[in-house]
């Protein structure tokens, strides 16, 4: 009789994430108009696709370091500000054409899912903030940047951003994540809704995130995404 394998519940729970990510990301970027995609949004500005593109590279940066992380070696940083790095992987791909942006985006979502694979929860939890590295440059990386597409007016489908929004609310609420990360994960969803003008939703969550989270509640009065809610802090901490 062969034995099964036991589940790792955040193993599953990332890769369920990350799955939805890349199809939320097919489906924005595949709607838009081609000359749309390809073109800077305003002078000087990124295209949608060098949107894409950098989502990409940072997920790539996170499967490095997990790869490393997993393998007993030193994880790489770069010491460089945010900006310079951006700056020089958007110039990497600006001239690549979109079904080679989109190859990239496949296969380096299906790497960073097979190295959490590889690392297992227990590698994953021991070593700080690789799950928050993960959100980061999976999931809430996403979020904030259909937030700006969708805001600059080009045709993204407003209401698959909000479907891909809820459905990271359903992941969070069954997923087998650690109670600090999935707290900062609900608290980033909060946000999302509070930013969007969805403030019921955004109070809902703000009170899960605070159970898991606590010390959230000192952080949230310094949020710029939280200012309409600013006044209702102390009651949704209570």
């Not at 380096?108 to 021991?126: C, F, H, N």
């Not at 909060?190 to 009170?207: E, N």
Request: a negative charge.
């Amino acid at each position: 009789m062969t034995k099964t394998a036991t589940a790792d519940p955040l193993v599953e729970a990332l890769a369920a994430q990350l799955r939805a990510t890349r199809d939320a990301e097919r489906d924005l970027f595949n709607a838009l108009d081609p000359e749309v995609r390809d073109r800077p949004m305003r002078p000087g500005d990124w295209s949608p696709k060098d949107h894409q593109a950098h989502l990409t590279a940072w997920r790539a940066i996170q499967a490095n370091r997990i790869h490393a992380a997993r393998l007993g070696k030193p994880i790489p940083t770069d010491v460089r500000e945010d900006d310079e790095i951006n700056a020089e992987l958007q110039a990497t791909r600006a001239d690549w054409a979109w079904d080679a942006i989109a190859a990239e985006a496949d296969e380096v979502s299906e790497r960073l899912i097979a190295e959490i694979q590889a690392a297992g929860s227990s590698v994953l939890t021991e070593m700080e903030r690789l799950v928050a590295g993960v959100f980061g440059n999976g999931v809430f990386h996403a979020i904030t940047h259909f937030g700006w597409l969708r805001y600059a007016d080009i045709g993204v489908d407003a209401a698959r951003v909000t479907s891909f929004v809820d459905t990271m609310e359903g992941l969070l609420d069954t997923s087998g994540l650690p109670d600090a990360d999935r707290g900062v994960g609900i608290y980033n969803l909060a946000c999302t809704h509070a930013v969007a003008g969805r403030l019921d939703r955004a109070r809902a969550l703000l009170r899960v995130a605070f159970r898991f989270r606590p010390d959230l509640a000192e952080y949230a009065k310094e949020d710029s995404d939280l200012v309409e809610l600013r006044d209702e802090l102390p009651a949704l901490v209570a």
